[in-house]
């Protein structure tokens, strides 16, 4: 759905999560939200700094049942 949503800040905060270290990034579902997944917390803590012009941003951990959030 990113192609179809058409909406340039998904590609650039895709692409700042890239920059900022994550091995990729997705937009989940609709659009509600742009993820990247990092090797490690540092590494993720790091680049939420980064990404904080972008909006709210979260650093967690996956879970069984969902996921930790770890800093916000």
């Known amino acids: ?9 998904i590609r650039e905060i895709r692409a700042a ?3 900022a270290g994550a091995r990729f ?3 989940t579902g ?3 939200a ?3 997944w ?7 803590d790091s680049a939420r700094e980064a990404l ?3 909006g709210k941003v979260f650093v967690a951990d996956p879970e069984p049942e969902g996921v930790s959030i770890l800093s916000e």
């Open 1 to 9: 759905l990113e192609t179809a949503a058409g909406i340039p800040e």
């Open 17 to 19: 999560l890239i920059r």
């Open 30 to 32: 609709s659009g509600s």
């Open 38 to 44: 990092f090797e490690t917390k540092e590494k993720a």
């Open 25 to 27: 990034s997705l937009m």
């Open 52 to 54: 904080l012009p972008y």
């Open 34 to 36: 742009v993820f990247g």
